[in-house]
C-alpha cells in the first residue's frame, strides 16, 4: 500500500495472522550480515516479517545491514555514526569536518579513552530520528543496542532482542588475558557493559533466542524472568539444503569463526585438528572468516605445522557459504559459548553432520549427542580431536547425523517460525502500551518528551538524576561519579561510556538533549576532552592511542 493510500485511510490487506499489518522500526547498530549473529539475525528476520505482511524499516549504522530484495514492505534507513573501526584504519581520528554535533564528539572521545561507544551513540542517534517520527511505527525493536538512549518515550512500544549478554564474553575475555595491561584494556572496552545492565532492567520486554541465554539475560543482567520471552531463531532452509549433486571433499572440516575471540574455541579446534590428523592425514580445515596475523591461532598453526592443512575464506556469497558447508564431511562449532548458534542451525540443514561442543545453548540447537550430532565438552581439544576421527572414519554415522540435523532444523529452527512469534510479541507490547489487539497505538502528541524523559537519560553517562528505586537503572555501586580534570575517562580506567560518567561538548557549542532541548549536562557531565572542546584532527591523547589487545574485526566490525 502507498503512503498516500494509508494517508487516506484506505484499508489495508490483512497480515499472515488475519490481522492489520504492523510498521516495524528495526534497529541494528551493526548490520554486517556476514560477520556476527546479529547481521543475520536483522537480514532474515527483516524478510520474514514482510512476507507475513508487515512494513520493515531497518535502521542502521556501518557497516549497513544488506536487506533481501524483492519485498516492497522492506527497507532500509542508514544511520550513519563516524565509523572509526572500519577497514582498512581501525580506530582512526576524524577530520574537523567530520564532526556533526556532540554524539560524534562522543564517539570519539569513548574511542580515545579505550571504550567502545557505539551501542550508546547508535541509541542517541536512534532515539533522535525515532521522536522525529513519531507516529510513523506501530512498534520498534532493537536489536540489541541497550543503550541510554532507547530509555524513556522513542515514539512506541519498545520490544528488544538479547541474543545473550556480552558480560559473558567480557569474562571470556578476561579469564584468557594474559597480564594487567590486557586486563585493563578488556575492561575499558567492555565498559558499555555496565550502561547494558542498566538498560536492560528498565525494558518492559525482551525477547531472547534460547532457554539459556534466558537464564543468563537473568542472572547476568538483573532482568526479571517475566519480562523475557524465548523466540527461537533458526536457518534459511530454502538455503541451507542438502544438494547431493555437490561433491563431498574427503576429510574437510568447515567452521565458522568471526574472529580470534576466546569465546569462538577456534584455537581448541586447531589442537584438534593436529591430533586428528595423526590418523587421518587428509584431515583440513576450512574456516569462515578472516586469518589472525597473530594471536593464540595463529601460534596453534605454526606450532603444529598446520600452515597448508588450514584455510581461511572470507568474503563469499551465501550461495559459495552454503556449497562450502555442502562438501564438508564434518562442520564443527568449538565455540566455548554461544547464546543460540547460527551455523549450527545452518549446517544441520544442509544435511551435514556437525560436531560441537555443549557450550551455552549449543544442545538446545544441535540436540542429543549420538542422535543429531555428536557433542563434546567445551574448551576440550582432545574430545574434539576423538570426536573429527570418530565421524571421518564412519560414513554411515555422518550420514544418520546428517539426516536428522536436517529434519531437527525443519521442526523446531526456521526464521518463518521466528517471524511467527516475534510478532505475537510485538502485539502484546502494543497492548500493554494502550494499542488495541490487531496493534493500533494510541495517538500520541506531536513534539515534546514524556515527562522525565530526559532526567531517565542523562545520556552519555548513566548518570540517572532520579534516585534510585526498585528496577531503577541505578542502584548500589552505580552513584555518580563525574570524571577529574575535565577527562573523559572514568573511574579506573573506564572509558567514557563506561558507567558513571558523562561526556558532552563538541567543540564551540554547549551540549543539547538528544531531542534538541534539554542541555545534557543538566545531569553532571564533564567535558569530553581536555579543555572541554572536540580536538582537531591529529590530536589523539598520547595516553589513550595504544588501545592494547583490542580486536578491531571481532569488536568493531562484525
Same mark, same amino acid.
Given at each position: 500500500m502507498t503512503a498516500e493510500a494509508r494517508e487516506a485511510g484506505a484499508p489495508e490487506d490483512p497480515a499472515a495472522d488475519g490481522l492489520r499489518p504492523l510498521h516495524i522500526a528495526l534497529l541494528t547498530y551493526k548490520g554486517n550480515p556476514f560477520c556476527g549473529g546479529q547481521g543475520v539475525y536483522v537480514r532474515h528476520l527483516s524478510r520474514e516479517l514482510a512476507r507475513l505482511g508487515h512494513r520493515v524499516e531497518v535502521i542502521g549504522a556501518q557497516p549497513y545491514p544488506v536487506l533481501d530484495e524483492g519485498y516492497d514492505g522492506l527497507s532500509l534507513t542508514e544511520l550513519p555514526s563516524l565509523d572509526l573501526y572500519r577497514q582498512p584504519d581501525p580506530f582512526r581520528t576524524p577530520k574537523r569536518d567530520e564532526y556533526r554535533d556532540w554524539i560524534d564528539a562522543l564517539e570519539v572521545a569513548t574511542m580515545w579513552t579505550g571504550g567502545?561507544?557505539?551501542?550508546?551513540?547508535?541509541?542517541?542517534?536512534?532515539r533522535r530520528h525515532l521522536r522525529a517520527r513519531r507516529g510513523e511505527f506501530d512498534v520498534v525493536h532493537d536489536n540489541q543496542t541497550l543503550g541510554y538512549g532507547l530509555l524513556g518515550d522513542v515514539g512506541a512500544p519498545l520490544v528488544t532482542t538479547i541474543h545473550h549478554p556480552i558480560t559473558v564474553d567480557r569474562q571470556l575475555e578476561l579469564d584468557a588475558a594474559e597480564g594487567w595491561k590486557r586486563r585493563l584494556s578488556v575492561r575499558r572496552w567492555y565498559g558499555f557493559t555496565r550502561m547494558q545492565k542498566r538498560v536492560a532492567r528498565r525494558l518492559p520486554s525482551v525477547l531472547t533466542v534460547s532457554g539459556t541465554s534466558q537464564q543468563e539475560i537473568v542472572d547476568h543482567l538483573g532482568v526479571r524472568q517475566d519480562r523475557i520471552h524465548v523466540v527461537h531463531i533458526g536457518a534459511d532452509t530454502d538455503l541451507f539444503s542438502p544438494d547431493?549433486?555437490?561433491?563431498?571433499?574427503?576429510?574437510? +572440516?568447515?567452521?565458522?569463526?568471526?574472529? @580470534?575471540?576466546?569465546?569462538?574455541?577456534? &584455537?581448541?579446534? *586447531?589442537?584438534? %585438528?593436529?591430533?586428528?590428523?595423526?590418523?587421518?592425514?587428509?584431515?583440513?580445515?576450512?574456516?569462515?572468516?578472516?586469518?589472525?596475523?597473530?594471536?593464540?591461532?595463529?601460534?596453534?598453526?605454526?606450532?603444529?605445522?598446520?600452515?597448508?592443512?588450514?584455510?581461511?575464506?572470507?568474503? +563469499?556469497?551465501?550461495?559459495?557459504?552454503? @556449497?562450502?558447508?555442502?562438501?564438508?564431511? &564434518?562442520?564443527? *562449532?568449538?565455540? %566455548?559459548?554461544?547464546?543460540?548458534?547460527l551455523p549450527a542451525a545452518e549446517a544441520m540443514a544442509t544435511g551435514t553432520p556437525l560436531l560441537a561442543t555443549t557450550g551455552g545453548a549449543i544442545p538446545e540447537v544441535a540436540g542429543r549427542d549420538g542422535e543429531t550430532c555428536l557433542a563434546v565438552p567445551p574448551g576440550d581439544s582432545e574430545a574434539l580431536a576423538a570426536g573429527l576421527v570418530r565421524l571421518l572414519g564412519d560414513p554411515e554415522l555422518r550420514a544418520r547425523l546428517g539426516a536428522a540435523g536436517r529434519e531437527r532444523v525443519l521442526r523446531h529452527f526456521t526464521w518463518a517460525r521466528a517471524a511467527e512469534g516475534t510478532v505475537a510479541r510485538y502485539r502484546e507490547a502494543i497492548a500493554r502500551a494502550g494499542g488495541d489487539t490487531e496493534g493500533r497505538p494510541v495517538p500520541r502528541a506531536s513534539g515534546g518528551a514524556e515527562a522525565g524523559d530526559d532526567r531517565l537519560t542523562s545520556l552519555a553517562s548513566g548518570v540517572f538524576a532520579s534516585p534510585a528505586s526498585a528496577g531503577s537503572a541505578t542502584g548500589t555501586g552505580d552513584s555518580a561519579h563525574p570524571a577529574s580534570a575535565g577527562s573523559a575517562a572514568g573511574v579506573s580506567g573506564g572509558s567514557a561510556v563506561d558507567g558513571d560518567r558523562s561526556a558532552s561538548r563538541a567543540s564551540g557549542g554547549s551540549p543539547r538533549g538528544v531531542d534538541g532541548s534539554a542541555p545534557l549536562d543538566s545531569g553532571g557531565s564533564t567535558s569530553l576532552a581536555s579543555g572541554g572542546s572536540a580536538a582537531p584532527a591529529g590530536a589523539v591523547p598520547a595516553a589513550t592511542t595504544d588501545v592494547e589487545g583490542v580486536n578491531s574485526e571481532s569488536r568493531a566490525t562484525c
Open positions: 567502545f561507544p557505539e551501542p550508546l551513540t547508535f541509541s542517541l542517534r536512534a547431493p549433486s555437490v561433491p563431498v571433499v574427503p576429510g574437510r +572440516i568447515v567452521t565458522t569463526s568471526s574472529a @580470534d575471540v576466546p569465546l569462538k574455541g577456534l &584455537v581448541h579446534l *586447531v589442537e584438534a %585438528l593436529a591430533k586428528a590428523r595423526t590418523e587421518h592425514p587428509g584431515a583440513h580445515l576450512v574456516v569462515v572468516g578472516k586469518r589472525p596475523a597473530e594471536g593464540p591461532v595463529a601460534q596453534a598453526m605454526e606450532r603444529y605445522g598446520l600452515d597448508g592443512a588450514v584455510e581461511f575464506v572470507k568474503g +563469499i556469497s551465501d550461495e559459495e557459504l552454503v @556449497d562450502l558447508v555442502r562438501s564438508a564431511q &564434518v562442520a564443527c *562449532v568449538p565455540s %566455548l559459548y554461544e547464546g543460540f548458534s
